[in-house]
Each structure stands twice: as C-alpha cells, then as structure tokens.
C-alpha cells in the first residue's frame, strides 16, 4: 500500500512541475505584453489564432516519436529530460525582452517565444500524460491519482497564478520567470527519474503514423471528448487571461488583489476536488462529468453580476467548484478513450492519443483570440494605453459572457460520448 502511495505520489506530483511554466505564460502573456509593453489587443490575437496552427503540426509528431521510441531509458523519459530545460529557458525569455523592442519587432518576438515556450510544453505534456494509463490501470488507482496531481496542479496554479501578482511587483516578470522556470523544472525531473514506465517487449509493434490517423480521424469518442475539453479549456483560459484586466477595470481596485480572486477559484478548486472524485466512485463517469461542466458553466453567472471584492470572491469561489469537477473528470475520459484505442487494435499509442487530445485542447486558441478580436471590435479595447471608451464592460465580457457560452457548448458535446457497460471497467488482463 505505501509502495503505491509512493508511485501515485511520485507521477503525481510531476503536474505541480509542468503546471507552474505555462500557467505563468498562459496567464500573464496578455497583461505584460498588452498593458506593459504595447502590443494591441489584434496583435495578440493573431499570435493566439497562429499558434493553434503550429499545435496542429506539432502534436501528432510528438506523439508518434514518443511511442516510437525503445531505449533503456524508456519511451517518455528521453523527452521529458531534453525539453525541460528548454521549456524553462522559453518562459524565461518571453518575459525578458529587450526593454526598447517595439512595433513588428516586438510583436516576433512575442509570437517567437510564446510558440516555443508552447511546442515544447505540448512535448512534455504529452509524454507525461501518456504515463498515466500505462502506470494506472484500475479505475479506482486513477480516481486518486488523478485527484492527487490534480491537486498539486491547483497548488501550482496558486504559486503561478494567485501569487504572482505579488511576486512580479517585488522581484519583476523576468526574475519570477526564472524561479517559477527552475521550480517547474526541478519537480519535471524528479518525476521523470521516479516514475518508471511500463516496460517494453523487443517485439512489440510500433504505432504506424498514418495508421494511427487514420484511427484517430475515425475515433468519434475521441472528436466529442476532444472538443468538449477545448471549449472548456478556452473558458478557463479566458478566466486566466481575463481576471487581471477585471480586477483593473471593472472593479478598479489595486492590481495585486487579483491575488484574492485567483485564490478564491484555486483554493476552493483544492478542497474540492476530493469531493468530486468521490462522485466518480460512486456514481457512473458520464453524469458526473456532465454535472461537472453545467456546473461550471452556470457559476458564470453569478460572477457576471460581481461589483465589488467581495461579491467578486464569491463568484470566483463557485468557479473553483465547477472548475474542480473538470479537471478531475476530464483526464478519466481520456484515460478511457485510450484503453479503448488499445483494445480495439492491440497496439499501444498513448503518446499520439494524449498529443492529439493536447491539440484538441489547445484548440481553445481559437476561441481565446476571437474572444481578444471581440473585445477590440465590440469594445475599442486596444491596448493598455487606448482602452477604449467601456474598459469595464470589455473585462467583463472576457470573464464571464465568452466562458459561459463555451461552457454551454462544452456541455452539449458531452452528450454525445458514453461507455459500454464493458468498456466501464478498465482492461485488466
């Protein structure tokens, strides 16, 4: 029992490390580069749509190398050591540009390092997510392991997130990008040596490229649970994205009580998750995964109508709690769609599965930078120094109204996705 305690907790806590660099650049991109340095709110939709094109090429590849690979290190743990020091030199990077970089120049910049901090996050991502089915095999292994690294995520998430506002006002951008950039990348190593994958057989078949498309495109569980997660993933994105411009704008009050907010939605998030992964195993994953996106999405509204800090803190706790059944659902999905992958053509390829399910994710790019177009059509909210004649309204539209329409959407996808009875229960042969 404590040797699968260790194991659950030494992969587990690997999401407190990859959480930290990308919730950090996710975050903060749009307010250091919009309101500090310049870029128009246009500018930064453009970098947003482009990079969902990159994803598009990149995460299939990935995914084919990392199942492709047989060395004595293992499939994923070669690509989890080589990219995590250039993920933490991306994010270190992105936050340190030349202080007199402007125009075009700043704008390449800019998009240069937010797609290179981005491709090798998906690299790293899609190795350690390929881990999970192969570690875990029981229902009920997943269930709380998923519920632990989902827990360290939201611990990172408040280091990253909640906190930074605090810690760039007193150390800069640049230098929270390096601790935040060493931290993540310490805790990717560790997990990386600890974990030890499911070991290969010399004769085991490789996963084909074009095979495993071909699967892919005619998976429709995959497509469904895919799009559902990248309209959920937009929304949450959008939260990230959009609470510092709501905190300056529309409350109007001091920068750093974002801090307030983002701890408001991560730390319910925490003691709730527990919660939800008791539902899993209590009830079926399908209703509990749907409740938890409804829920996610009506705790918009509320949030809608928040005027000041406090109401404000109230509507950012109830989505913590939507925001915490998804997150401890979602995975379990994916987790699902993979047994069934490898049952139906006996070849294991959870790297291609995990990076396709990364590139539906980040399809949320899509949506965040319409949303960004949106706001600078509908609002005249260009940048930090021409915010347009209704800046409140524009933050609000961002944190609320686009997330709750993809919420919805989010839902109703989820209703075209369900199990056999046989498929309930993970292959344990």
Sequence with gaps: MAENRMKSFNYAIGMFGTSIPINMLKTYAAIFYIDKMGLTTIQFAQILFLYTFLDAIDNPVYGYLSDRTRSRWGRRRPW???????????????????VAMAGNLLLGYCMFFYMFTGTIDSVINANYGALFPELFRTDGERASTNALRQAFQLVAMIISIALTPLVAKALGYQMTSIVYGLLGGIVIIYMSFSSREVDFQEDEEKPQLWDSIKSLLTNQKFWIAGFANAFYSAAMSLVLAAMPFFVKYTLAIPDGQATLLFASVLLIAIACVAVWAKLVSKFALIPVWRATLVTLALAFIPLYFANSLLTAIVGSALVGFGFAGVITTMDLIGAK??????????????????????????LNGLFTSAAFLLVARLFGFESGQNPGPHPDNAA??????????????????????????KDLKTAQE
């Design 396 to 421: 609000r539209f961002l944190l609320t109204v686009f997330p709750f329409v993809l919420m919805v959407i989010s839902f109703g996808f989820s209703f075209f996705i369900n199990f056999d009875n």
């Design 337 to 362: 769609i993979m047994d069934e992958d490898a049952r139906q053509h006996n070849v294991r390829r959870e790297g291609i599965i995990s990076n396709a399910m990364g590139f539906m994710n980040r």
């Design 80 to 98: 989890l050591v080589l990219s995590t020091p250039l993920l933490v030199l991306g994010l270190i990077a992105f936050f340190s540009p030349p």
